[in-house]
């Protein structure tokens, strides 16, 4: 009888918290709105409120999509040619561990957990959609709701699994008894087109039952927009070369058949209507609309009195000097940047963000760049081809700068330049002079100045930061041997002007993280439009769209996102092979630590062809006369990167395929 009572007072309590916590649900990843599996599913099912904490329960197994360095769910930049650091993989740095060979199918570190988390979502999903019908209190608003929510969430589930696995076990609507024999459990993976159509599917039907806004307080929840950028994304990749038959394709996944029936996991054959699907589905999200008004458009910042000018003698595009949107004038490029990602903006209405999220990680992270004398880690790092990367100010390339704008690799600036809240010193190398607002929003540099409002102590605010060797934040004055920055660069791209980690009252702000934005729907309109060679007539959502390689739309979508930067756009007399290459060196820029260049170089088919460069940086074991050469770093890190195809996805844990026999492994990470 006492087993009997406990196991009664037990679920009173899981109801009486239930209630409680329900009342301040606020977020679709809120780990504080779990519900506890103790409660018997018949009970869960009883009423509606029990259904939907039931359902934010499933929500809380999603990751935070912000954590991208440390015991993250996904390889991130870390794994890429933008991001390097010296600190030590067993700290949980696993996009390092991934490109040093360290993460195998039997030691994935913290990604082992995320294969099987994603099903534990879908079979939570799964049983939602198979009982919703069994709370008899609930409204056809109620249960639309819920639809709505939980087939975005097993459509998400399922995405992430496609994204950093390739083609999952797709289970439908079907529930797996945990007690279910292993035959029960055993079946094979999906092709990479099945598993397309099944995800785009689910989102489709989400979007019928999704709002088009949600309350500031629920910010983080889904959308119809989240489920149209999510398609579009989709779509995207799915055109691009190393899934879209062609060469590319070939060379990856030639040989790679499903042992079950001999089918080819990844399609070898072309289908350029994929680009018309892909432009459609971006297309479908920048025409969205509420009360008249477009839903989403760039984050951008008035002009005031303390923005710089339009740098002058640019003649490459006529609408340059125009107001914007048409052109670059009236705003100010480097807030309009910078805010979005620092804190300052209001992250729950910036109308860029298609779908995001604020992100504990993103703020916790920034003690990975702040100066160690500073009471930061002084060791998260950019590479030199990202530095090199960004244009002056006046749109031109470091190797083709203009006269009024030169680039050197000589000499030290004599005075000191402020716009837009942002200072460059004096005595910074000319390197660094004349770049664009971008450069300036996201790079730490040596000679940077670090303001650091918030903390009060003396030597904690208004800091001049240099990493030459014999700096206090350089190599040689670090206390521990592993924090300094070894490229001789930090990612500022997420620091506040007021952001602190030393003295008293310091703080950081809160961070947003853009799951998705605008700006890579209008990129990714653009890209899908430039491949088209033909006209393709779609039919998405109810409507018929005719696509081809339009100039005047590739022109528009490409030229608002250089224009916020405060950069020239293109004519619109380029061929498709250069607005190809001038979208990729876009993307690079725009995204820097947003988690897209992993996938990016990836689908296009050049990740060997990148990654086989060398990282470099600046000389970081020498003084300040010799500090500025571009040099690969003195680690032995460098000669242990492995660029190997294989490195496309990451391996299936090693315990599920050994479990389900039909179930292929990767390839190259089947021994």
Known sequence: MKSFYTDIFKQIMVFLSLMISFSSCKDLLSVDNYFSDELKLDSVFAQTRYVEAY????????????????????????????????????????????????????????FGGVWGNMYKIIRKCNTILARIDEAADMTTRERFNIIGYTRFMRGYAYYNLLMDFGPPIILGDEIIESNASLPEYDRPRSTYDEAVEYICNELEAAAEHLPYTVPLMEFGRPTKGAAYGLIARIRLIHASPLYNGGDVARTYFGNWKRSADGAQYVSQIYDEKRWALAAAAAKRVMELQVSGAPMYRLFTVQSDSETSTLPEGVTSDPDYYKEWPDGAAGIDPYRS??????????????PEYVWGRK??????????????????????????????????????SINNSSDRYPYSETGFSTNVQTFSGYRLNAGVHNMYVSREPRFYASVGFSECFWPMSSSTSSGYYNQTITYYYNSPNGKGGVSSPQDYPITGYVIKKFVHPSDAWGGTNARRMDKGFPIIRYAEILLSYAEALNNLTSNHTIEMGGQSMVLSRDMSEIRKAFNQVRYRAGLPGITGTEDASRIQQLIEDERFIEFLFENRRYYDVRRWGIYEEVESVPIRGMNVEGTKEVFYTRVIPNTARIGSRIVNKRLNWLPIPLNEVRLLPSLDQNPGWED
């Open 337 to 350: 940047y910078s805010e979005m990602f620092n804190g300052e903006a209001v992250i729950p209405v910036n």
């Open 359 to 396: 992100s504990g990680a993103i703020t916790a992270n920034t003690q990975m760049v702040f100066p160690q004398r500073l009471d930061g880690w002084n060791g998260m790092c950019i590479t030199q081809k990202v530095v090199d990367a960004y244009s002056m100010i006046d749109g031109r």
């Open 55 to 110: 359902m934010w329960g499933a929500a809380s197994l999603f990751p935070d999509e912000g954590n991208l360095l440390q015991n993250q769910h996904t390889p991130g930049p870390l794994a890429t040619d933008e991001a390097f650091t010296s600190f030590l993989t067993l700290h949980g740095y696993n996009g390092m561990r991934f490109v040093l060979g360290e993460v195998t199918a039997n030691n994935m570190h913290s």
